[in-house]
């Protein structure tokens, strides 16, 4: 059989399959000489939180004194409000719990919930 001849009457080249229709070029954002650039939305970026690693003597009065108070004390809370460490706001939570400050709700590895402690509630004894 003679190779078959193209719509427009030109030899060989890429040839269309019969039932697949050819690509049509987009008119925005493709890459043509006249088109213009694609331009990409900007992303907002988050600010980087400039906490403090290690106590200085206002904001451990701020926490002895303060935080005590506080109806709901996790580490995310005193993260936020003292502008310290996560890792830090955990083991002043710890500290507080010991001098008995605060009382836990809730204690895994993966949530502490603190709450006030009431004067005329003893807090709750960790089991041995």
């Keep these: 059989m003679p190779p078959k001849k193209d719509a427009k009457g030109g030899k060989g080249g890429a040839k269309a399959k019969p039932g697949k229709a050819a690509p049509i070029a987009a008119k925005s954002g493709g890459s043509g000489g006249k088109n213009k650039k694609k331009k990409w939305s900007k992303t907002k970026t988050k600010e980087k939180a400039n906490n403090l690693v290690l106590f200085d003597k206002a904001t451990y009065e701020r926490l002895t004194n303060e935080v005590p108070s506080y109806r709901l004390i996790t580490p995310s809370v005193l993260s936020e409000r003292l502008r310290i460490n996560g890792s830090l706001a955990r083991r002043a939570l710890k500290d507080l719990e010991h001098k008995n400050l605060i009382k836990?709700?809730?204690?895994?590895?993966?949530?502490?919930?603190?709450?006030?402690?009431?004067?005329?509630?003893?807090?709750?004894?960790?089991?041995?």
């Design 104 to 128: 836990p709700i809730l204690k895994n590895a993966k949530l502490q919930i603190y709450t006030r402690a009431s004067a005329g509630v003893a807090p709750v004894a960790a089991s041995t």
